[in-house]
């Protein structure tokens, strides 16, 4: 294995599956809202989300330190906020507006308003549960967890990859996550909410270190020789989907609230791995297909938008059943995600590429951006 910060030894380019892992984890959440809770895990959704998130994030920095010996911090958080707040100040502009219009539920306070743009949705939703936002948008949630994580992951990062150790890189992640899950028993034993359990920074930042674990210490597209060995890719796929099988199936209330999110996520890093690493074999190809792809590529905008939406028409047509409001809100949000990736994503993702280059790279770094997810 290479030295944590060494030169990648395969060639950069798009990473693949991830678009298809995002179109998985943003339908999960999709049909969960839908009506489906209590046969499709819309909390799973978020948590792969969540690790892809660390996963990418972190390769990212792998790559630009490789190049260029350092993380450039500027650059990083313009390309972040270039990535997300496009989209978010829209979503949420029109959000107000239907909400103003009554075509929605619900409307924005002050404090509502301001959590949403400025990433502290998740410790706003925790005390006003859900209350003064437009109803749906509550899911700004698990993007004030991930902006977070951009705010104290990068100089750490930056220490492990300037320290060239893997098992350095190891042990402070593991030990962060241990501490994680620490932290969520003692505040279960303590009477925590479930609310606050499932949503604050502090309990479920660890998904996504589970991410950068992997990117930092085993990643499937940077370490060639992880990427070549296959004896044990039936093991670790069976093993992972027994352990995501019994984290949804025991259904005792402290482990949920406890080690679920550890055991989740832990599985979901063992898929995706398996995902890139095997992208174009069976069972891992179909994540390619370009339908599947194409939903990934507009997860973000889907992620933001497709509860407000199934919530506004299920406001005007209470007599649709499940199966017609999740068709009917499903080409709706499409109909909406195709001219955001048009004239707002893409757009963006071409004056990252050019800050990228300003920030004197060799060439752009591949578009490794991943969504507020969840």
Not at 13 to 23: E, H, M, T, V, Y
Not at 152 to 175: C, E, G, K, N
Not at 250 to 274: G, K, P
Request: charged share 15%; glycine share 8%; net charge positive.
């Amino acid at each position: 294995m290479m030295p944590v910060g060494g030169r990648p030894q395969v060639s950069l380019g798009p990473i693949p599956s991830l678009d298809g892992i995002r179109a998985v984890a943003v339908a999960l959440v999709f049909f969960a809202h839908g009506g489906l809770e209590n046969i499709v895990p819309g909390g799973l959704g978020v948590t792969i989300f969540f690790v892809l998130s660390g996963f990418l994030i972190t390769t990212l920095m792998r790559i630009e330190h490789a190049r260029s010996g350092r993380i450039g911090f500027r650059s990083f958080f313009q390309r972040r906020l270039l990535r997300l707040m496009p989209p978010l100040i829209i979503v949420v502009g029109l959000a107000g507006l239907l909400s103003e219009l009554s075509i929605i539920d619900g409307g924005f306070s002050v404090g509502g308003l301001l959590a949403a743009l400025f990433y502290a949705g998740n410790y706003y939703v925790i005390g006003h549960d859900f209350r003064g936002m437009p109803a749906g948008l509550g899911v700004v949630w698990s993007l004030a967890i991930e902006e977070h994580y951009y705010l104290f992951f990068p100089p750490l990062a930056a220490l492990l990859l300037r320290a060239r150790s893997i098992r350095l890189s190891r042990v402070t992640l593991i030990s962060l996550c241990t501490v994680l899950l620490a932290w969520r028993c003692w505040l279960v034993l303590h009477g925590a909410s479930s609310a606050y359990l499932a949503m604050a920074t502090d309990t479920r930042v660890d998904a996504i270190l589970f991410g950068c674990l992997m990117a930092l210490t085993c990643n499937p597209w940077l370490d060639r020789r992880h990427g070549s060995v296959a004896r044990s890719d039936l093991p670790l796929g069976v093993l992972a989907i027994t352990a995501l099988m019994m984290s949804l199936l025991f259904r005792d209330e402290a482990f949920r609230m406890t080690a679920r999110y550890t055991l989740q996520s832990v599985a979901v890093a063992a898929l995706i791995y398996l995902a890139v690493a095997r992208a174009s074999r069976p069972p891992w190809r179909w994540l390619s297909a370009r339908p599947v792809a194409y939903l990934g590529t507009v997860s973000y905008t889907v992620y933001l938008s497709h509860h407000v939406i199934l919530l506004g028409l299920a406001k005007h047509w209470p007599q649709w059943g499940s199966l017609r409001l999740m068709a009917a809100a499903a080409a709706a949000t499409l109909a909406f995600a195709e001219p955001m990736r048009r004239w707002i994503e893409q757009p963006c993702a071409r004056l990252r590429q050019r800050l990228h280059r300003a920030a004197g790279a060799t060439r752009p770094a591949p578009d490794l951006m991943p969504i507020g997810a969840p």
